[in-house]
């Protein structure tokens, strides 16, 4: 379900979907709610399914049990796409390119194990993504205890 999510944002982002209103926090929303179910599909995988806990417990536990690399990119890009789906009178509107950047790395979590589906589409800002990740060591989806032994 997370990649057609993902891939819906995307389409919003291409202009594909016509949506009133700003089509990058929209499609911000849609790339946050992959990355969530991404985040309760990885605990599940790691043995701590813990569906009443909040996104931030979920994501400390997802840092403890896999790979710090990935734990924190899947923490970073949901604090980033948590900011930019809250709307403030004093920021500007999220831009296409800064969601679409967000969006590919949610996109490289879910192609690196970190979730089930895999998305079907790929772009020139998830290839940069992805070549970010991998050089933070973000491929790796094994389990931090199975790492170090």
């Not at 291409?14 to 179910?37: I, T």
């Amino acid at each position: 379900m997370n990649a057609i999510g993902l891939r819906n944002a995307e389409r919003l982002l291409d202009g594909n979907v016509g949506a009133a209103g700003s089509s990058a926090r929209l499609a911000a929303f849609l790339a946050r709610q992959a990355l969530e179910e991404l985040v309760d599909e990885r605990c599940r995988a790691l043995g701590a399914d813990v569906p009443g806990a909040s996104m931030r417990s979920k994501l400390v536990i997802m840092r403890s049990l896999d790979t710090t690399e990935c734990a924190d990119a899947a923490a970073i890009a949901w604090n980033r796409l948590s900011n930019v789906c809250h709307h403030h009178a004093y920021e500007l509107a999220p831009t296409v390119s800064e969601v679409r950047h967000l969006c590919g790395v949610v996109a490289v979590l879910l192609n690196s194990g970190a979730g089930i589906d895999k998305p079907t589409t790929t772009n020139v800002s998830t290839e940069k993504s992805h070549s970010a990740l991998r050089r933070m060591g973000c491929q790796d989806s094994k389990r931090r205890s199975d790492r170090d032994r």
